[in-house]
T-cell receptor, first 111, second 113 residues
């Protein structure tokens, strides 16, 4: 079945650690996105990538980094510079001009 | 750049009653419009989309939406809701050039018997 797989489903981070969230898609979509979701704030765009080896900052990119070395993969690293990383993270992919398809999300908690 | 405003943060509704969720957008270019639903601790699922053509769009689970270009709106409606429609609903917009998908803040629908 085609789709988007995010892992892990739950992730715990200690203060000062970097962590990487995985996102893989087998839909052959060119575009991929990372969103952060906090209660009452909807989805805020962190980074997006339209093609391999290219990506753009979204509205809240500070403290995050991404790579797009393969069409299927768009991992997100939450760095120690992100001071409030506890949130629900959603990965999506799309073709232009169609809709985005979402993974099931990763819930990141700082402990 | 685009932006999306969902006018209601929460909408309580009785089972079998109609519901309307309001969405307004701003954009300097033509847009594509979407409504998504999210159940707790899950990803987003597409309800319906407007890309072109008829301004009345029908989606899954009995939902429909109407694109109104002059009022820059894309309101979502369902004539009779079920308990299972309790969820958060998001309106989203994308400009016609390649780029980011912008979401509204969401509307929480709570259906009670």
């Amino acid at each position: 079945d085609g789709g988007i797989t995010q892992s892990p489903k739950y992730l715990f981070r200690k203060e000062g650690q970097n962590v990487t969230l995985s996102c893989e898609q087998n839909l052959n979509h060119d575009a991929m996105y990372w969103y952060r979701q906090d209660p009452g704030q909807g989805l805020r765009l962190i980074y997006y990538s339209q093609i391999v080896n290219d990506f753009q900052k979204g509205d809240i990119a500070e403290g995050y980094s991404v790579s797009r070395e393969k069409k299927e993969s768009f991992p997100l690293t939450v760095t120690s510079a992100q001071k409030n990383p506890t949130a629900f993270y959603l990965c999506a992919s799309s073709i232009d001009p169609g809709e985005a398809f979402f993974g099931q999300g990763t819930r990141l908690t700082v402990v | 750049a685009q932006s999306v405003t969902q006018l209601d943060s929460q909408v309580p509704v009785f089972e079998e009653a109609p519901v309307e969720l309001r969405c307004n957008y701003s954009s300097s270019v033509s847009v594509y419009l979407f409504w998504y639903v999210q159940y707790p601790n899950q990803g987003l699922q597409l309800l319906l989309k407007y890309l072109s053509g008829s301004t009345l769009v029908k989606g899954i689970n009995g939902f429909e939406a109407e694109f109104n270009k002059s009022q820059t709106s894309f309101h979502l409606r369902k004539p009779s809701v079920h308990i299972s429609d309790t969820a958060e609903y998001f309106c989203a917009v994308r400009g016609d050039s390649w780029g980011k998908l912008q979401f509204g803040a969401g509307t929480q629908v709570v259906v009670t018997p």
